[in-house]
């Protein structure tokens, strides 16, 4: 008899699930996947498809998307040596995991966190060593520390500013745990543009065990476009790159990410928005009662309700798409929004004051 095809798949699919968007990806005021809500203007695109035409189509694009990983570099003020170019953070994410774990590593993750981190430590059999957040859902840089030296931990993952609690770690703890610990550190800089905490890019130098993840989805505005980066000492990056898949970056991407860093005008500017609609909706769900919002340094806020499930319900079928966040540690009942037009902020405002 033949085995079962379920005995011959990775048995640690077992402890993980599909990656979903509860309530789905259409809605009438979209504020659900932390998205810029600018889209690129109609004179840039016709630019970028006017170049993407010129394309031979025909032809594999480079293994790595060189162009687009010079001018990132000349953007940052580094070396091209030091920098690759991913379709997507999250693609970035599986190759450095790839690259830094197995079975038997033990990687060490704050939580809550980005569950990406734990799903791929998960499938490579590497053991998830789990630091929650304070109560405020701050980081707790003492017990990081404490955790990753008693454990022998082999990585560390820090998301800051952190999705989903919305909260940075200073510069000066990045340096803490990067001077106290025996093991390579992941900074993910997926929201640096509305953080209010200087980037941990300028410690590259210093710390050889450093690696900067970078997104294009954010502030820049390109999530369809699945753009990252990953930035470390060119010595590393030449480790953790040998698992990449070849040609993952296609031509348009790269041409769409030049134009918009020529153009870079056009992203200060939704950041500017964003920022001030960011404390204008601050301020505005301090006076609704029932509703307690934590401070953020993203595009988007957190509020814990009375009920998080059926608040979630109620502003979805009036059209208003959140994120229901309460399954994370120490967010029950709580909602993420990222921050939209002010019209899309304004009927969001007016459903919880209603509610």
């Excluded at 995991?97 to 033990?106: D, I, M, Q, R, V």
Aim: net charge negative; aromatic share 8%.
């Amino acid at each position: 008899m033949k085995r079962d095809y379920r005995d011959l798949l990775n048995p640690a699919l077992q402890q993980i699930g599909v990656y979903k968007v509860e309530g789905g990806q259409e809605a009438e005021v979209k504020l659900n996947q932390n998205e810029s809500p600018f889209d690129l203007p109609l004179w840039l695109k016709e630019k970028i498809l006017g170049e993407f035409r010129d394309e031979p189509w025909n032809r594999y694009p480079d293994i790595l998307p060189y162009r687009g990983m010079e001018a990132y570099a000349s953007f940052l003020g580094v070396t091209p040596d030091s920098v690759v170019m991913s379709n997507g953070s999250n693609e970035m994410l599986y190759t450095i995991f790839l690259a830094c774990l197995g079975a038997g590593s033990k990687v060490l993750i704050p939580q809550p966190s980005f569950s990406l981190y734990e799903k791929i430590a998960l499938l490579l059999q590497a053991e998830v060593v789990e630091v929650p957040m304070l109560p405020e859902l701050d980081f707790d840089v003492d017990a990081v520390i404490a955790a990753a030296t008693s454990e022998k931990v082999d990585f560390i993952v820090l998301s800051t500013p952190n999705n989903p609690t919305g909260k940075s770690l200073s510069r000066a703890d990045v340096e803490r745990i990067l001077d106290a610990v025996d093991a390579i550190v992941l900074v993910d800089e997926a929201y640096i543009e509305f953080s209010r905490e200087e980037s941990a890019l300028g410690l590259i130098g210093r710390y050889p065990n450093l690696i900067v993840l970078r997104t294009m989805s954010k502030a820049l505005a390109l999530a369809g476009m699945r753009i990252g980066f990953a930035i470390s000492n060119p010595a590393l990056m030449a480790e953790i790159t040998k698992p990449k898949i070849p040609f993952a970056s296609g031509r348009l991407a790269e041409i769409t990410l030049i134009n918009v860093l020529e153009n870079y005008s056009l992203v200060t500017e939704a950041v500017e928005f964003i920022l001030g609609e960011r404390r204008r909706l601050q301020q505005e769900l301090a006076a609704i009662d029932g509703v307690r919002a934590f401070e953020s340094d993203t595009n988007f806020l957190i509020i814990r309700v009375g009920d998080a499930s059926k608040v979630f319900s109620s502003l979805k079928d009036a059209g208003v798409l959140v994120r229901n966040v309460s399954g994370y540690p120490l967010m029950e009942n709580c909602l993420r929004f990222n921050v939209g037009l002010r019209e899309e902020n304004d009927r969001l405002l007016e459903l919880l004051r209603k509610l």
